[in-house]
């Protein structure tokens, strides 16, 4: 019980954090964010951050690793649209 207690009050405070920095963000730069600035307030936030970051990198890979089949097998995957 003590652990789960630890692991829920970790996640808690690393939630928080990531809110103020995002909100610090929102604040600070607005809406019209370049990209350097969004991956440095993201890389700021901790974990959470980080975690947006990969999800963000594996997104692009799946997208480049998919797009990349139409042009390995083009013959396939257009018979299947068929």
């Given at each position: 019980?003590?652990?789960?207690?630890?692991?829920?009050?970790?996640?808690?405070?690393?939630?928080?954090?990531?809110i103020?920095?995002?909100?610090?963000?929102?604040?600070?730069?607005?809406?019209?964010?370049?990209?350097?600035q969004?991956?440095?307030?993201?890389?700021?936030?901790?974990?959470?951050?980080?975690?947006?970051?990969?999800?963000?990198?594996?997104?692009?890979?799946i997208?480049?690793?998919?797009?990349?089949?139409?042009?390995?097998?083009?013959?396939?995957?257009?018979?299947?649209?068929?």
């Amino acid at each position: 019980m003590t652990f789960f207690m630890m692991v829920l009050t970790a996640v808690a405070i690393m939630l928080l954090w990531f809110i103020m920095v995002i909100l610090a963000a929102k604040c600070t730069v607005g809406k019209g964010a370049k990209t350097w600035q969004i991956f440095a307030f993201l890389f700021l936030a901790g974990p959470v951050g980080w975690g947006v970051v990969c999800v963000m990198v594996m997104l692009e890979l799946i997208d480049k690793c998919h797009n990349g089949w139409h042009k390995v097998f083009p013959e396939k995957l257009n018979e299947k649209k068929k």
